[in-house]
């Protein structure tokens, strides 16, 4: 089982930066791979980013070049780093961990980008 913790949502004015974290409690000794994905009001949640345990990023194309995702090395935290942020970033944002083929959720963080 694999418990995450998100914070560091907010509202932020379009240009700004926001930095989100999620922090797992497990028992497993390492998780394969943890991420971010975002959803808003009547759309399927989406991937924004997500670290697997090589260390290699995948990012959404919307993403790239302005997002950075990073893992502690212990691997059970994760950040989300997001510059040049516009209004269409608005959203909740949810941390996702990936362990044994299971998938497990955090209870959301709120970004609101103002324009």
């Known amino acids: 089982q694999v418990q995450l913790v998100e914070s560091g949502g907010g509202l932020v004015q379009a240009g700004g930066s926001l930095r989100l974290s999620c922090a797992a409690s497990t028992s497993f000794v390492s998780i394969d791979a943890m991420g971010w994905y975002r959803q808003v009001p009547g759309k399927r949640r989406e991937v924004v980013a997500v670290?697997?345990?090589?260390?290699?990023?995948i990012y959404a194309d919307s993403s790239k070049g302005r997002f950075t995702i990073s893992r502690d090395g212990a691997k059970k935290t994760v950040h989300l780093q997001m510059n040049s942020l516009s209004p269409e970033d608005t959203g909740v944002y949810y941390c996702?961990?990936?362990?044994?083929?299971?998938?497990?959720w955090g209870q959301g963080t709120q970004v609101t980008v103002s324009s």
């Open positions: 996702a961990a990936f362990h044994l083929g299971e998938d497990y």
């Open positions: 670290m697997p345990g090589d260390g290699r990023p």
